[in-house]
């Protein structure tokens, strides 16, 4: 995985699919903790019995976080920045104990005005151990071109 893809590596249409990974109990407790987001939602069982999903889920943000972790072990990229989300959309719940991965297809190459760099919009979901969609939009990622 030391070789990295550059803009013109990556042609329109290639999809990747990332390594599981299986969301904790310590993920959402710390999450809660660092983006101080106590919503009972994520933090009181006895009060989640009582929702749509009937137990506690992970924060959208939680799991969107974890995504980005889970980007780096699909083909490395020669990024030079994650320029951001479009369209992001959480579809789904995702409760401690469920395995998720993302799947990545590229949807769109774009200059920029710089002729070392290109915009590569990648399609991203994030799918739990049934291959449910829990969330998904596009990635704007800022990727080197090769030297001429």
């Not at 969301?23 to 989640?48: P, Q, R, Y």
Request: proline share 3%; net charge negative; aromatic share 10%.
């Amino acid at each position: 995985m030391d070789d990295k893809l550059f803009y013109e590596d990556v042609p329109e249409e290639t999809e990747h699919v990332s390594s599981g990974r299986t969301i904790t109990e310590a993920d959402v407790v710390n999450f809660a903790g660092l983006s101080a987001d106590f919503n009972n939602m994520h933090i009181d069982e006895e009060f989640a019995k009582n929702t749509v999903f009937g137990t506690r889920v992970a924060h959208g943000m939680c799991v969107l976080s974890i995504a980005t972790g889970l980007w780096f072990t699909m083909p490395r990229l020669a990024t030079i920045a994650f320029m951001g989300l479009q369209d992001w959309r959480f579809s789904g719940a995702v409760k401690p104990g469920d395995t998720v991965k993302i799947t990545r297809k590229l949807v769109e190459k774009k200059e920029h005005k710089r002729p070392n760099m290109g915009f590569l919009n990648w399609e991203v979901n994030v799918v739990n151990q049934n291959d449910e969609v829990v969330q998904k939009g596009v990635w704007v990622i800022l990727v080197q071109r090769k030297e001429s």
